[in-house]
């Protein structure tokens, strides 16, 4: 399992539940923004789930993927060089 920086018992469990939760707090977040009383609290709900996307995706290597070992990179970088000669 990868760290990301969580105690052990919390990232385990995030890792077989998480999507779950996540799945469900997005649900509910667009249920609550079609209803035009509670539009603001699903937009939040929204908000929050974006923002701990976002969060783990740019503060821990959950979501880090280098480009530089993408061969369609390289294929780019040779054409690139290969115009400037």
């Not at 779950?20 to 929050?48: D, K």
């Not at 979501?63 to 294929?75: A, C, K, L, Q």
Request: aromatic share 8%; hydrophobic share 55%.
């Amino acid at each position: 399992m990868l760290d990301i920086g969580l105690p052990r018992g919390l990232a385990e469990s995030f890792s077989s539940h998480g999507k779950t939760v996540t799945g469900i707090a997005e649900l509910i977040a667009a249920i609550l923004v079609l209803i035009p009383v509670t539009r603001v609290w699903g937009a939040l709900v929204g908000l929050m789930a974006m923002s701990g996307a976002i969060f783990f995706h740019l503060f821990t290597p959950l979501g880090v993927v280098p480009v530089v070992h993408n061969d369609m990179w390289r294929m780019v970088e040779r054409r690139r060089t290969s115009l400037h000669k």
